[in-house]
């Protein structure tokens, strides 16, 4: 999974940065975007695609991303969502996240950075960028955004599942399943709903 690091390493860049996001499909809640440049690429724990993982198998690599990288977080909420749709909000999320990361290095250390964009999303970050199909099965720097992006995601659905209950969100995490469907319809919608999307 490091064909595209050494791709552009070889190419000049010093610095690959992998972004990927989590939260495009949900009825509820945010889409939050992590960006990753690693600094080993030794992993105890697997590194793939956050959806091919358990929940147990993401939790257990989180820390080790943490330890073994630079990360930025990208968090765009539903009420932004609703306004910009879907699609730019994930932009801007992924553009929130990188923004994140710089901030963490040495000023000497923020030229000749290229960015690994999962899927076909368009950014404007004044960086060069790849976008790259199925990215986070064939990058080991976006499936680590991946993961960081799902953990944080998921974290944050269980704690609105302490707010409103009667939706399940520690079960299903704001996707559309039945039972989520059934407790809009019972209930109508939570602060959290994106009133835009059609299931809703």
């Known amino acids: 999974m490091l064909y595209y690091e050494r791709y552009f390493k070889k190419k000049g860049f010093d610095l690959i940065i992998g972004v990927d996001e989590a939260g495009r499909g949900p009825l509820a809640g945010p889409v939050v975007a992590g960006a990753v440049l690693l600094k080993s690429t030794r992993f105890k724990n697997r590194i793939d695609d956050s ?34 749709n879907i699609l730019v909000a994930t932009g801007m999320a992924m553009e929130e996240a990188i923004r994140s990361l710089l901030k963490k290095l040495d000023p000497y250390k923020k030229n000749n950075i290229h960015v690994l964009v999962d899927g076909d999303v368009k950014l404007n970050l004044g960086l060069p960028y790849t976008n790259i199909i199925r990215g986070d099965q064939k990058s ?16 944050m659905m269980v704690f609105y599942d302490t707010l409103y209950p009667e939706y399940g969100f520690l079960q299903h995490k704001g996707y559309p399943t039945k039972t989520h469907k059934a407790a809009i319809k019972k209930f109508g919608l939570s602060r959290i709903h994106r009133a835009t999307f059609s299931s809703v």
């Open 51 to 84: 959806k091919k993982l358990t929940a147990l198998q993401r939790e257990k690599a989180y820390p080790e991303i943490v330890a073994k990288s630079v990360f930025g977080l990208g968090i765009i909420g539903e009420d932004e969502i609703d306004r910009v």
């Open 140 to 155: 080991k720097s976006i499936a680590c955004g991946s993961i960081m992006a799902k953990v944080t995601r998921d974290r």
